[in-house]
């Protein structure tokens, strides 16, 4: 069973950088594909980014591309989020999840639901 850790979350004002870390134990990272997705006041969860655990494969939604970067770093077992230019409507708890299936898109992962998650982590922008 992987367990899933976020840090980095925090109180930000918009156009500010903040970067998120998901650190994971108990499964090999490099066998994982990894997500990290968020949930603001009264709205669904939704994805944000998701990577392949080749890293071949990256899902962002689309009112992040060119401002949040997913990457993972397979020999520290950390997923990182990399945040720039926030803005007010990305306040939201954030989580990271994993996937250890095989042989199924990120589109798939996404639709059905991630196998693992975290507990999350706040993150407010103000203006």
């Known amino acids: 069973q992987v367990q899933l850790v976020e840090s980095g979350g925090g109180s930000v004002q918009a156009g500010d950088s903040l970067r998120l870390s998901c650190t994971t134990s108990?499964?090999?990272?490099?066998?994982?594909?990894m997500g990290w997705f968020r949930q603001a006041p009264g709205k669904e969860r939704e994805a944000v980014a998701a990577i392949t655990s080749s890293g071949g494969n990256i899902y962002y939604k689309d009112s992040v591309k060119g401002r949040f970067t997913i990457s993972r770093d397979n020999a520290k077992n950390t997923v990182f989020l990399q945040m720039d230019n926030v803005k007010p409507e990305d306040t939201a708890v954030y989580y990271c999840?994993?996937?250890?299936?095989?042989?199924?898109?990120?589109?798939?992962?996404?639709?059905?639901?991630?196998?693992?998650w975290g507990q999350g982590t706040q993150v407010t922008v103000s203006s």
């Open positions: 108990g499964q090999t990272l490099s066998n994982l594909a």
């Open positions: 999840a994993s996937d250890a299936r095989r042989g199924v898109t990120l589109a798939t992962m996404i639709l059905e639901g991630f196998g693992s």
